[in-house]
């Protein structure tokens, strides 16, 4: 069973920094793509950052320069460092990996900017 549990959100004014984590169980996570995603209020869940297996990285556009993903394999620990937080950040972020076809999620984690 995959368990992707997420850590670290919470509030935090504009121009301040938040690091996200996320510790994955039940895969094999060296050779995981791992991604981060979001969802505002009202709003459709968007992909954020991704990371392959062998550390490349991806990011929208929205979020390029100010946020970094990393990750650990010898933790199982995907990280999200995001710097430069505008109010538009604020939403609940999620971790997620799929996994022999298999879309997983955590549970999420609120990330709130205030003005």
């Known amino acids: 069973q995959v368990r992707l549990m997420e850590r670290g959100g919470g509030l935090v004014e504009a121009g301040g920094s938040l690091r996200l984590s996320c510790a994955a169980a039940?895969?094999?996570?060296?050779?995981?793509?791992m991604d981060w995603y979001r969802q505002a209020s009202g709003n459709q869940r968007e992909l954020v950052a991704g990371?392959?297996?062998?550390?490349?990285?991806d990011y929208a556009d929205s979020v390029k320069g100010r946020f970094t993903i990393s990750r650990d394999n010898a933790r199982n620990t995907v990280y999200l460092q995001m710097n430069s937080l505008k109010p538009e950040d604020t939403a609940v972020y999620y971790c997620h990996t799929d996994y022999y076809g298999r879309s997983n999620w955590g549970q999420g984690t609120q990330v709130t900017v205030s003005s």
């Open positions: 990371i392959s297996s062998s550390g490349g990285t």
């Open positions: 039940g895969v094999n996570f060296k050779i995981s793509y």
